[in-house]
């Protein structure tokens, strides 16, 4: 849904639980962090811009010298170039927008690399039904800012969230004996129907509320 004023945003987002800005992220953000990224992992020059071929790069490193590789996700985590942009005026703005008139940081940014070949179980690239409230710990009207920093077709596993859930509240969690993720909804609470598919592009700011159901679609991609 294309919105066209900051009333019609703020009513979407307090109804549904999310809202997307559409073209608000600079691009130079979203490159800077990509770049330093590239350099963190020692991506080829050669390579660089193509997530295919940086993907099998990924996946042959994680497969090779796993330290390194876990070394390097932890660093990119913490680049200046995303650190910079969780606080740029972008985001505050529309954040702002949505009735946060001060807006504080409850988590740090996080960038997440999803593919089954650079993952130790599913849980690594296949996020189930969760709450981000539930890590946050931060206040009940916590709002989530996510961006992709790529294209990321149906194929790759776009983002998925249940509209209005934000309105149940926080849901009880069920910890699976076989799951490496202890944050997961019980299942017995959920109605998988409801889950719908989010179209985000790069530039674009999806902004969720900390207690809107979301979960990881399942890449099935090479990229």
Known sequence: MILNSSIEETNYYKKNGYVIFKNIINEKSRLDILEEVYDIFNIPNSIRGNFKLTTKYLSKLFQENFAFYHGAAKAANHSIALNRLSVSKEIIDCIKILGLNHPNIAGRSVIWFQHKSIAKTENYHALPAHQEWSNMQG????IVAWTPLNNISTEMGKLKLIPFS???????????????????????????????ELSVNPGDLLLFSALTIHKSGINNSDT
């Open 139 to 142: 206040s009940i009207d916590g």
């Open 166 to 196: 934000h309105k149940s509240g926080l849901h009880p969690i069920k910890k699976e004996a076989s799951s490496t993720y202890d944050l997961t909804i019980d299942p017995d609470f959920l109605n998988e129907k409801k889950f719908i």
